[in-house]
């Protein structure tokens, strides 16, 4: 199902066959950068599994980003700070800037929003 926008509302349905390849794994967009005018918000569903990411990978957050994990395990090390394990129900809030490294522990499903 392709998303709608009707009165500066976005909405869509969970949906397998809209999902498109991303820089790893697959997105499907809630909604798309520039969307509306708005170059900055973003957001979406991410699904990655560690076939798709058998390497951690180093992730510099450009935006603001914040992530809610609805299924699956991954781990995002903070360059000079903590490392998080998020499971399903964890959320994070990573700040424009930071360094990261994610590894991807199970095949992971992530709702995200990038401001």
Do not use: C
């Not at 697959?26 to 909604?31: G, T, Y």
């Not at 918000?41 to 809610?68: H, K, M, N, R």
Request: charged share 20%; proline share 6%.
């Amino acid at each position: 199902m392709e998303n709608t926008t009707m009165s500066h509302v976005f909405y869509a349905h969970h949906d397998a066959t809209a999902f498109e390849p991303f820089d790893l794994g697959n997105v499907q967009w809630l909604r798309r950068p520039g969307d509306n005018g708005n170059e900055a918000l973003s957001a979406g569903i991410w699904q990655v599994s560690p076939e798709e990411a058998s390497d951690p990978f180093d992730l510099p957050i450009e935006q603001d980003e914040t992530i809610y994990i609805v299924s699956g395990h991954i781990r995002i090390e903070v360059t000079d700070g903590p490392t998080h394990d998020l499971t399903a129900g964890s959320m994070a809030s990573l700040s424009r800037g930071a360094m990261t490294r994610w590894t991807i522990l199970e095949p992971t499903v992530e709702f995200f929003v990038y401001t």
